[in-house]
């Protein structure tokens, strides 16, 4: 308990830290500019099949965002403090709720309420290229860790089972037109700290085309979480592919792709190969009102990514519908309702055998997202 209030008193002076920065913005020169972000994301879940939680009370093992039961919860909040100039940048956020609990288990108790914490400068004035260190989002997938940024309110399994931050240096350069450009140089996958025993450095690449009714992106990541030396560790190489299209005037649709494979054992030349696949698209229904859909499959039967037992294979299903009300500028009301369908584990006759489990569950959130800039 003395350790809880020890976080939340320094959590609560870094908050103060953004603020008192905030406030005093107008006496730095007008070419730099502040802006300050505030988030929160408040839930209430419903499962239908009564989950008991063991999983280090959360409903499934393999889901990070909104994973309370029966229970008014915060998925994540928080407040960040950015800093925009012509030749440098800086972003520092921190952040709380069960995604926080459930996502950052494995980080130090104070890094993991770090939502970004990165500086960046300007490596050539005329061009748009730039070097960015510190904790980033992650350069993978269509989703994010801010619901409000998302078609779906529930994060699909390909967002979940892949990075939702790094931390590392990152190059990152944007064409005058439609195209930009990322390389990467991190700690591994989704870790703010290197775990011990690991010598290697991993990395990443991101291309990205963008323009008015068209998104196409394509990620890589390249590395290792595992021990040892060069010729014995396991390696890991991942590839996201995904597009967006606006259909219409009220309409937008993505199609998401992700193909992963890892060696298995140190020293072999075995491979796990895992993939997931995505579609989601959402219609506007006015200027308030929006309806959103996903279809989703994922399949790593060799459990490189969801821990099980190595004997049967994890292949995942599901389907989700969910209605969007814009309360005001920057105030959201979210209603959901998802099934899943996964391969699992039961005894029958004193004998752990593979069965299909389905999962209904009912998602509310009312979610506040706002930016202001100093004047």
Same mark, same amino acid.
């Given at each position: 308990?003395?350790?809880?209030?020890?976080?939340?008193?320094?959590?609560?002076?870094?908050?103060?830290?953004?603020?008192?920065?905030?406030?005093?913005?107008?006496? @730095?020169?007008?070419?730099?500019?502040?802006? @300050?972000? /505030?988030?929160?994301?408040?839930?209430?879940?419903?499962?239908?099949?009564?989950?008991?939680?063991?999983?280090?009370?959360?409903?499934?093992?393999?889901?990070?965002?909104?994973?309370?039961?029966? #229970?008014?919860?915060?998925?994540?909040?928080?407040?960040?403090?950015?800093?925009?100039?012509?030749?440098?940048?800086?972003?520092?956020? +921190?952040?709380?709720? =069960?995604?926080?609990?459930?996502?950052?288990?494995?980080?130090?108790?104070?890094?993991?309420?770090? #939502?970004?914490?990165?500086?960046?400068?300007?490596?050539?004035?005329?061009?748009?290229?730039?070097?960015?260190?510190?904790?980033?989002?992650?350069?993978?997938?269509?989703? =994010?860790? @801010?619901?409000?940024?998302?078609?779906?309110?529930?994060?699909?399994?390909?967002?979940?089972?892949?990075?939702?931050?790094?931390?590392?240096?990152?190059?990152?350069?944007?064409?005058?037109?439609?195209?930009?450009?990322?390389?990467?140089?991190?700690?591994?996958?989704?870790? @703010?700290?290197?775990?011990?025993?690991?010598?290697?450095?991993?990395? /990443?690449?991101?291309?990205?085309?963008?323009?008015?009714?068209? &998104?196409?992106?394509?990620? =890589?990541? +390249?590395?290792?979480?595992?021990?040892?030396?060069?010729?014995?560790?396991?390696?890991?190489?991942?590839?996201?592919?995904? #597009?967006?299209?606006?259909?219409?005037?009220?309409?937008?649709?993505?199609?998401?792709?992700?193909?992963?494979?890892?060696?298995?054992?140190?020293?072999?030349?075995?491979?796990?190969?895992?993939?997931?696949?995505?579609?989601?698209?959402?219609?506007?229904?006015?200027?308030?009102?929006?309806?959103?859909?996903?279809?989703?499959?994922?399949?790593?039967?060799?459990?490189?990514?969801?821990? /099980?037992?190595?004997?049967?294979?994890?292949?995942?299903?599901?389907?989700?519908?969910?209605?969007?009300?814009?309360?005001?500028?920057?105030?959201?009301?979210?209603?959901?309702?998802?099934?899943?369908?996964?391969?699992?584990?039961?005894?029958?006759? /004193?004998?752990?055998?593979?069965?299909? &489990?389905?999962?209904?569950?009912?998602?509310? #959130?009312?979610?506040?997202?706002?930016?202001?800039?100093?004047?």
């Amino acid at each position: 308990m003395i350790f809880r209030t020890t976080q939340m008193m320094r959590l609560s002076l870094i908050c103060f830290t953004l603020i008192s920065s905030f406030t005093q913005a107008q006496e @730095i020169s007008d070419s730099v500019k502040f802006s @300050i972000r /505030g988030f929160v994301d408040s839930y209430y879940g419903f499962d239908a099949g009564q989950p008991n939680q063991t999983f280090n009370n959360k409903r499934l093992p393999f889901l990070y965002n909104h994973t309370r039961h029966n #229970s008014f919860s915060i998925n994540h909040a928080f407040i960040q403090l950015n800093v925009d100039h012509e030749r440098f940048r800086s972003r520092l956020g +921190v952040q709380g709720g =069960t995604y926080v609990t459930d996502n950052y288990a494995s980080e130090p108790a104070m890094l993991r309420h770090f #939502s970004e914490a990165n500086v960046g400068v300007r490596l050539a004035k005329k061009r748009n290229l730039w070097l960015d260190v510190g904790i980033l989002p992650s350069h993978i997938g269509f989703e =994010t860790a @801010i619901s409000t940024e998302n078609v779906n309110l529930s994060r699909s399994l390909v967002a979940e089972l892949s990075p939702y931050y790094m931390a590392g240096a990152r190059l990152v350069y944007k064409t005058e037109k439609n195209w930009e450009f990322e390389a990467l140089l991190c700690n591994g996958w989704q870790r @703010i700290q290197r775990p011990n025993g690991v010598k290697y450095l991993s990395g /990443g690449t991101r291309m990205t085309y963008e323009s008015d009714r068209y &998104k196409f992106n394509w990620s =890589t990541f +390249v590395g290792t979480d595992s021990p040892g030396n060069f010729n014995s560790v396991r390696m890991r190489y991942f590839s996201n592919l995904y #597009s967006t299209w606006k259909l219409g005037k009220r309409g937008e649709m993505t199609l998401n792709a992700d193909l992963g494979t890892q060696q298995m054992y140190n020293s072999n030349q075995a491979y796990g190969t895992w993939m997931g696949f995505a579609a989601v698209g959402r219609v506007a229904l006015g200027e308030k009102w929006k309806i959103g859909g996903r279809a989703e499959l994922y399949y790593d039967p060799e459990h490189v990514i969801v821990w /099980g037992p190595s004997f049967y294979e994890f292949v995942a299903a599901g389907a989700s519908i969910n209605a969007d009300l814009t309360i005001h500028k920057g105030v959201y009301l979210r209603w959901e309702c998802r099934w899943l369908n996964w391969s699992t584990l039961k005894f029958e006759n /004193g004998n752990l055998v593979p069965y299909q &489990k389905n999962n209904f569950f009912f998602l509310g #959130s009312l979610a506040i997202d706002i930016n202001k800039e100093s004047k």
